[in-house]
């Protein structure tokens, strides 16, 4: 979503979100500051993060239960 644009406006705030729903669904819950969200999907828009990377930026901020 992030990157292709599906939206004329709110693509990367629709990303995150749709991210953020689909782990809280699956009962996974992130700890990061806005900041830190804001740079991860602006790296992912702008092709700077691979999905390898997003994939381990997710692992890293798992919160422990």
Known sequence: MA???PFRDGNKRS???SMLVFLYINEIELEYTQLELE?????VADNRMSSD???DWIEKRIQKK
């Not at 740079?39 to 790296?43: G, H, K």
Request: no cysteine.
């Open 3 to 5: 990157k292709n644009h």
């Open 15 to 17: 990303a995150v979100h």
């Open 39 to 43: 740079e991860m999907i602006i790296a």
């Open 53 to 55: 990377e997003l994939k």
